[in-house]
């Protein structure tokens, strides 16, 4: 069974940063794309990161390019998104997802709040 697990989310205020980690078990991670997805009411799902299998090729949407960081250890099965520069449209539930279904949140997510 895919599981993932979100943490690291938390209450910032504009321009801080925040590092989220994705714990992930019962698949093979190390051969599988990954995703940073996140969710707001109004907004719906937005997919702010994507990093190949082995970390070396990253995709980010122009909302966060150059202010998110994703990366991953295939050693611990962790995914890691870097956020800094954080803007007060940065706030979402945030979850990690295989890339190749993106669009299914299967974790509980981490809430992300920027407020100042």
């Known amino acids: 069974e895919v599981q993932l697990v979100e943490s690291g989310g938390g209450l910032v205020q504009p321009g801080e940063s925040l590092r989220l980690s994705c714990a992930a078990s019962?698949?093979?991670?190390?051969?599988?794309?990954m995703s940073w997805v996140r969710q707001t009411p109004g907004k719906g799902l937005e997919r702010v990161s994507i990093?190949?299998?082995?970390?070396?090729?990253?995709f980010y949407p122009d909302s966060v390019k150059g202010r998110f960081t994703t990366s991953r250890d295939n050693a611990k099965n962790t995914l890691y998104l870097h956020m800094n520069k954080l803007k007060i449209e940065d706030t979402a539930m945030y979850y990690c997802?295989?890339?190749?279904?993106?669009?299914?949140?299967r974790g509980q997510g981490t809430q992300v709040t920027v407020s100042s």
């Open positions: 997802a295989r890339s190749s279904e993106w669009q299914t949140l």
């Open positions: 990093i190949n299998n082995d970390g070396v090729y990253t």
């Open positions: 019962g698949f093979s991670f190390s051969t599988n794309s």
